[in-house]
């Protein structure tokens, strides 16, 4: 950075040294003739402590006029003081309010709805819990790439405006587009990333994903990120390896990177430390048994619903695959597995305490008719997957690859009750706003 600015979150290195600090007002309290105002200053919080007699008299008149969510800046010393909130805090010089609220800040220390909280989302974000836990989002995501970079694949953009439907016509967002009929807001970055593989053989995309889901569940949004990756030359039990070697690395590098903000928001790390490669695989037919044992009712051939997903997830102390599906349950792009073709090679992955999938992958199927008939037998319109037929026509080659939800990952290691905590800006059914 061009020039030398204080931040509170590098406070250690500026003790006994003149700090100007920027900010906002978090909590303010003036007896007599002291005034303590803690400040937000986006990297930490500290405290501000003002002597009536050591300022002048106008800036004492300022602080009596502050509120709750003013932005002011500050001129001060820096002293270490084990007493203060966080250790430090500055001995107020000079103080000037940037703007004071002509309203109470709405969101006070009493505890709000939920509803209410969603409504305000654009101030309920400056909030303590909700800056660890996109905090926390921000290394989350950085360790993903850090990743893939690091292991040699290449990011491939994927479009988010795509012609053909990429997982079901069931939850589509549809806009009219020009002359050529109806466009699909991206359910999947995959199709574009398998053409992809075939020309730098392995391939990663991570952007906002779109699902008209109609289902209100804690772990359902209409928009969420995905990472996906696709790797050429490679199996189902190969992209097994490749998720839990990702999922392993990054929850490891996240935790050990924001032991802070993990701490703020009361999360137990000893469940995330413990993860390590190999996670335990599960083929659906032993799922199904287990399930029947614990008292579920399904039949071979069933989906596995929220329910039973909260019930497999916490019988497992570890990230556990559950790995070949009934072929009726998942997407027409799955290869059925050669030994048993009711199934396809594919696999869930779920996230233990009861936080269930937070991957689905699968190999792909790499051999043209099987696959037209596929897109034929469900319905999808032949002449908009020409383009992908291709990559079976020219040098198809068994590939794998799987996508990653980014808020079902984040809402386990921070231990949320619901994804709508996980994103900056839920979109729910019934939510647009703000
Ligand atoms: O299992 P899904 O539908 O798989 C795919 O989309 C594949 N095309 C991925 C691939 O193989 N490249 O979705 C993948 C993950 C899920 O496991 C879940 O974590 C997340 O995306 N996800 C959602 N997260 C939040 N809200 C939703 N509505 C989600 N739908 C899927
Ligand atoms: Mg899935």
Sequence with gaps: ???????????????????????????????GSICFIEVRDGTGLMQAVVVKQEVSEQIFETCTTLKIESSLTITGTLKADARAPGGYEVAVEELEAVSIPEEEYPISKKSHGIDFLLEKRHLWIRSSRQLAILQIRSELAFALRTYFHENGFVLIDTPILTGSIGESAGNLFQTEYFDLGFAYLAQTGQLYLEAAASAFRNVYCFGPTFRAEKSKTRRHLTEFWMLEAEVAYCDSDGNMDLQEDMISYAVRRTVQRCTRQLEEIERDTAPLLQVKPPFERVSYTEAVEMLNKKGFELSWGDDIGGD??????????????????PKQTKAFYMKPDPADPKTVLCDDLFAPEGYGEIIGGSQRNDDLMSLERRIKEEGLEPESYDWYLDIRRYGSVPHAGFGLGLERLLSWICGLKHVREAIPFPRLINRIYP
């Design 308 to 325: 039973e997903e909260t019930a497999l997830s916490e019988h497992f102390s570890n990230p556990v695959f559950i790995y070949n599906y």
């Design 1 to 31: 950075m061009a020039r030398e600015r204080f931040f509170i979150r590098d406070a250690s290195l500026w003790v006994g040294k003149k700090i100007e600090l920027t900010g906002w007002v978090r909590h303010i309290r003036i007896g």
